[in-house]
């Protein structure tokens, strides 16, 4: 139990495209969705928080216009990098918490961006 | 000072060897604790959670956590080459939410 998937694993654009990574839960409902940043042989870096049916709680120097967070339902959330840039290059990862009191949270398998 | 500090290794070791990876914090707020494996370009993986002080043991793996100390360990028995990884330690208070990472042990567990 206490699958999250998210899509894609790895994506290359264009400078000044924009990125949208999927994340699901599979098997639980989330009321609550992380989204991570992490650079080679750092830790996590939070970014976001997104609660079903609210907006996201940005982390501070996050730049909520660039990095647009929607969580829609309760299985789906969504990051989009809008026009995205070389310094935008990073492993992205979204993690899930189940019921509200839980403190456990799933972790999708990351996606790789390279902005070109 | 950071709020949970993790030696980032490399710790390297034999097969079969017990290896211990541990994690200090500065926050007394702190009430649950985790131990998350990562491998190369995955998302972490969780293997252990603990709530409060005490032992907690799992297959090879314990977890200890000494909140008088503010010091939690992960303790692999018989380590294999498949534990290679990087292991992050996570805690958080109360309500939920944030968890706070350390910045994650490499560990290689040689033939």
């Known amino acids: 139990g206490a699958v999250v998937s998210q899509h894609p694993s790895w994506v290359i654009c264009k400078s000044g495209t924009s990125v949208k990574i999927e994340c699901r839960s599979l098997?639980?409902?989330?009321?609550?969705m992380f989204w991570y940043r992490q650079f080679p042989k750092q830790s996590l870096m939070l970014m976001a928080t997104?609660?079903?049916?609210?907006?996201?709680?940005?982390e501070q120097g996050v730049e909520k216009d660039k990095f647009l967070i929607n969580h829609a339902s309760l299985t789906l959330s969504t990051l989009t990098v809008t026009s995205a840039h070389p310094e935008d290059s990073s492993f992205y990862i979204c993690?899930?918490?189940?019921?509200?009191?839980?403190?456990?949270?799933?972790f999708g398998a990351g996606t790789r961006l390279s902005v070109l | 000072q950071k709020e949970v500090e993790q030696d980032p290794g490399p710790l390297s070791v034999p097969e079969g060897a017990i290896v211990s990876l541990n994690c200090t914090y500065s926050?007394?707020?702190?009430?649950?604790f985790m131990w998350y494996r990562q491998y190369s370009r995955k998302g972490p993986e969780l293997l252990m959670y603990?709530?409060?002080?005490g032992n907690k043991e799992d297959g090879r793996f314990t977890a200890q956590v000494d909140k008088s100390s503010k010091y939690i360990s992960l303790f692999i028995r018989d380590s294999q080459p498949s534990d290679s990884a990087t292991y992050l330690c996570?805690?958080?208070?109360?309500?939920?939410?944030?968890?706070?990472f350390g910045t994650g042990t490499q560990l290689k567990v040689e033939l």
């Open positions: 993690s899930a918490r189940g019921l509200a009191g839980a403190n456990i949270q799933y």
């Open positions: 098997d639980f409902q989330a009321t609550t």
């Open positions: 997104s609660n079903e049916g609210s907006k996201a709680t940005y």
């Open positions: 926050n007394s707020a702190f009430q649950y």
């Open positions: 603990t709530y409060s002080s």
């Open positions: 996570a805690m958080g208070a109360g309500g939920g939410n944030k968890l706070t």
